[in-house]
T-cell receptor, first 112, second 111 residues
Framework: DAGVIQSPRHEVTEMGQEVTLRCKPISGHDYLFWYRQTMMRGLELLIYFNNNVPIDDSGMPEDRFSAKMPNASFSTLKIQPSEPRDSAVYFC??????????FGPGTRLTVL | ELKVEQNPLFLSMQEGKNYTIYCNYSTTSDRLYWYRQDPGKSLESLFVLLSNGAVKQEGRLMASLDTKARLSTLHITAAVHDLSATYFC???????????FGKGTKLTVNP
């Protein structure tokens, strides 16, 4: 298996623009997680899905953030409008259950 | 609310030495994970500990879990430069797949 796939790997955008991050989980994994990592706040869980259904979105910072999982092999995290404080590395991870989470390579987002 | 604390946050050690990283969590947990992250890279799973007294070893790293003390340790034996990385512990609670991560321990092994 190719592992968790994320795109793009790097994104540079200007404040106010819409940003869409994409994730393809490992086939057969029922759980998908979106994390954000910054130096100041560390690794934070934003939202997670089980069988394409959002289970816990309490970590989503504000209404500017939204996440969808239209099918078992694809998820998006959208930021609209983006702000400089959204600059971070965004990781997607997937898991088959109460087991380790497998992380993707991450998307490094810079908002100017 | 589950909180996870690691210490130390920074660790500089010489090759060949032993050391332990500590991970405390605030509420009852049924599982504990250790991950490694190299600079600019993703997180790589090292160990999954699912019961009290669980001990797992891989090479120079050994992890253990004491659920009564709410403590996990990651012991490094005879460190080598290749172990330089940031190590994270994460704890989960029953009934949820959600993990809470510690802030990480940045380990530097000097020749």
């Amino acid at each position: 298996d190719a592992g968790v796939i994320q795109s793009p790997r790097h994104e540079v955008t200007e404040m106010g623009q819409e940003v869409t991050l994409r994730c393809k989980p490992i086939s057969g994994h029922d759980y998908l997680f979106w994390y954000r990592q910054t130096m100041m706040r560390g690794l934070e869980l934003l939202i997670y899905f089980n069988n394409n259904v959002p289970i816990d979105d309490s970590g989503m910072p504000e209404d500017r953030f939204s996440a969808k999982m239209p099918n078992a092999s694809f998820s998006t995290l959208k930021i609209q409008p983006s702000e400089p404080r959204d600059s971070a590395v965004y990781f997607c991870a997937s898991s088959p259950g109460i087991d380790t989470q497998y992380f993707g390579p991450g998307t490094r987002l810079t908002v100017l | 609310e589950l909180k996870v604390e690691q210490n130390p946050l920074f660790l500089s050690m010489q090759e060949g030495k032993n050391y332990t990283i500590y991970c405390n969590y605030s509420t009852t947990s049924d599982r504990l994970y250790w991950y490694r992250q190299d600079p600019g890279k993703s997180l790589e799973s090292l160990f999954v500990l699912l019961s009290n007294g669980a001990v797992k070893q891989e090479g120079r790293l050994m992890a253990s879990l004491d659920t009564k003390a709410r403590l996990s340790t990651l012991h490094i034996t005879a460190a080598v430069h290749d172990l330089s990385a940031t190590y994270f512990c994460a704890s989960g609670q029953g009934g949820s797949e959600k993990l809470v991560f510690g802030k990480g321990t940045k380990l530097t092994v000097n020749p």
